[in-house]
């Protein structure tokens, strides 16, 4: 994959890559000549296909190690996002009669988004997306 | 505008080349492994499994050592036909070790990586989950080639699971397509099906070993492995019978 300035008519450098936890993917790319940065940003499904190649955009700096896809990717345990200590500590305030299914609603938004760990901020974000407010 | 092969610089991801790279290590950790033999069916409940680890057992009690690469990912049987079922694998930077089973039998399945019961499932997002997830098994199954550290083997036995998709992934994963052991039952309905599978099997280039005709006697009865043969030009090398003995396995391990 290649990034072209068509202003510059320049081949853009990679700059940097980042994974934000959600599950998707930010690259950034830079023009030699004008120095506009564009970034290709790749949405859950995306993210996912490119991983289940065992690659990685920006090239590989140290050689895979082994079953390193698998030990990624695959569920060994009872499946569904870890939860920081934070996410466990605030779930634990939700009363307790509900607090199962709200558990189950921002699991399903993980899981949906590929995201492995809920956190406070995740929570949060799935609050708004999902109109939870109270929750 | 220029065109991607217009752009002279270097793709500094180098997608192409981790792929290739992922492919030399898969040649490199099979460099010890003297003979690759896909076991494969285009049927289902036909016993490949079955088969593979008793041949497996019989080539290790006749001096061979020998592995079982257990290619069915999504309903692995081979660590509890070799008696490994609670064996945990241990990993290094140098790779993963294999579980040893029966007669010394090594093997490598994802049974070992799953709880019991569990079903072969992948974090990512679970929308339109079929667009990765086939990549993913693929990728699974490079990893088993690729990562295992066998050692020096005289047979690698890949048990395959019904249909297809995995006999092409791995001849796309090992460069070469592997010589093709088959297994059937006496049925018309899996000659059927198994003709299919040795038709792409050919296709590929996949040398034809020969058919095991499993399961035979008492309720199925037909000609498919004769039928089969014949039409492949390929020998029956073994009739298992509902209760075989260690002879009957120890002649077509002989005969392989």
Same mark, same amino acid.
């Given at each position: 994959m290649k990034f072209l300035c068509v202003e510059c008519d320049q081949q853009m450098a990679f700059g940097e890559r980042q994974l934000p936890g959600d599950g998707t993917l930010a690259a950034t790319f830079k023009c030699p000549t004008c120095g506009r940065v564009v970034a290709m940003l790749t949405n859950p499904m995306e993210t996912q296909l490119v991983s289940s190649l065992g690659v990685e955009i920006g090239g590989r700096t140290v050689p895979a190690k082994p079953f390193e896809m698998v030990r990624a990717n695959v569920v060994t345990g009872g499946g569904g996002p870890a939860w920081s200590d934070d996410a466990q500590e605030r779930l634990s305030?939700?009363?307790?009669?509900?607090r199962g299914m709200v558990k189950k609603i921002y699991a399903d938004y993980a899981k949906e988004r590929g995201i492995t760990e809920i956190t406070p901020a995740i929570m949060d974000t799935a609050r708004a997306e999902l109109g939870l407010e109270g929750m | 505008m220029r065109t991607y092969h217009q752009l002279?610089? =270097?793709?500094?991801?180098g997608l192409l080349d981790q792929i290739l790279t992922q492919r030399q290590r898969v040649a490199e950790r099979l460099a010890g492994v003297r003979r690759t033999v896909a076991v494969m069916s285009g049927k289902g409940g036909v016993g490949k499994s079955y088969v593979t680890a008793h041949l497996a057992r019989a080539l290790a009690r006749d001096g061979s050592s020998v592995g079982v690469l257990d290619a069915d990912l999504n309903g692995p049987t081979i660590p509890r036909l070799l008696e490994t079922a609670h064996a945990a694998h241990r990993t290094s930077d140098e790779g993963v070790a294999p579980i040893t089973g029966l007669d010394g039998v090594k093997c490598i399945s994802m049974a070992l990586l799953?709880?019991?019961?569990? =079903?072969l499932a992948f974090k990512g997002p679970s929308a339109e989950s079929f667009v990765w997830r086939g990549a993913m098994e693929a990728s699974a199954l490079r990893e088993f080639l690729g990562d295992v550290n066998w050692g020096n083997l005289d047979t690698l036995l890949l048990d395959l699971p019904p249909g297809m998709q995995r006999y092409i992934e791995l001849c796309d994963i090992l460069g070469n397509p592997p010589p093709v052991l088959t297994v059937t039952i006496p049925t018309p309905e899996s000659r059927d099906a198994v003709r299919r599978a040795m038709r792409a099997a050919v296709d590929r280039g996949s040398e034809l070993l020969g058919i095991v005709e499993n399961m035979?006697?008492?309720e199925f009865s037909g000609t498919a492995a004769d039928d089969l043969s014949k039409e492949f030009d390929t020998p029956v090398l073994a009739r298992i019978p509902w209760h075989p003995t260690p002879d009957t396995w120890s002649a077509l391990g002989s005969r392989l």
């Open positions: 305030r939700i009363p307790s009669f509900v | 002279t610089n =270097p793709d500094r991801s799953l709880e019991d019961g569990a =079903p035979v006697g008492q």
